[in-house]
């Protein structure tokens, strides 16, 4: 697979090597994309990817027992978390990241043919195979937009534990190293602000996110033609009857 960058079509689902998709010739706006594809990331690393391994680790110890920082998303996994929140109004979210997986899947064909994947490749095929993880993958997806609390408090809260983390490390770093430096151990003012700040931080990168129109208007196209395949399936049917 080339190393060059790649977008998703947002109106087709088509992978391109620009925002000009070579598909319906749509042109999606740079910034919007930018916009859509943070907040597919965010979904994939707190929605998903520290849902499953922490509620991994409730099943079998009971309680969050190891934190850490995992890996960020890949394109790939933002490519599918983007059809992901396309189907958020709907009833084709499945359908629609199992459509770009078989993009994914078309654009890593010559290294499975050739038996030259990376780990990291191998593991994406085998993640798109697996329609069980997919149908988990679009509802935690789903689930992370809507803010739908249906998950074990015990990873709700360490999942929160993350967001902060990274808020301090990332978007508060300088001052936050700038307060451990100089504060008073016995004067607990500042650390608590700083706190509240990071805490406003966190709550506002969570509630930046598309809206409802957007993820509406999101594969529009797509959305046209898998309504259009699954009639034409119905109507097969019905003859046959």
Request: aromatic fraction near 10%; charged fraction near 35%; include cysteine.
């Amino acid at each position: 697979m080339s190393n060059s960058i790649k977008y998703l079509c947002t109106n087709c689902g088509h992978i391109n090597d620009s925002l000009l998709c070579q598909n319906c010739q749509n042109r999606t706006d740079e910034s919007e994309y930018k916009k859509l594809s943070d907040y597919a990331r965010r979904a994939v690393y707190y929605g998903y990817t520290y849902r499953v391994e922490y509620e991994d680790q409730v099943s079998k110890n009971g309680e969050v027992t190891v934190k850490f920082s995992l890996f960020q998303p890949d394109t790939w996994h933002e490519w599918l978390a983007m059809a992901a929140l396309s189907g958020f109004v709907g009833t084709y979210a499945t359908d629609l990241v199992k459509y770009v997986g078989k993009q994914i899947l078309t654009l890593l064909k010559p290294k499975i043919d050739n038996k030259t994947l990376t780990d990291k490749e191998q593991d994406m095929v085998n993640f798109l195979s697996d329609n069980n993880q997919l149908n988990k993958f679009t509802i935690y997806i789903n689930n992370y937009y809507a803010g739908v609390s249906t998950i074990d408090k015990k990873v709700e809260e360490a999942i929160i534990e993350e967001e902060f983390a990274d808020v301090a490390s990332e978007e508060m770093k300088d001052e936050f190293a700038n307060l451990l430096g100089k504060s008073d151990p016995n004067d607990k003012s500042g650390i608590i602000e700083v706190f509240r700040k990071i805490a406003k931080v966190a709550g506002q990168k969570r509630r930046e996110k598309p809206s409802v129109d957007e993820t509406r208007a999101l594969l529009k196209i797509l959305k046209k033609e898998l309504k259009k395949d699954k009639q034409t399936k119905k109507k097969r049917k019905k003859k046959k009857k």
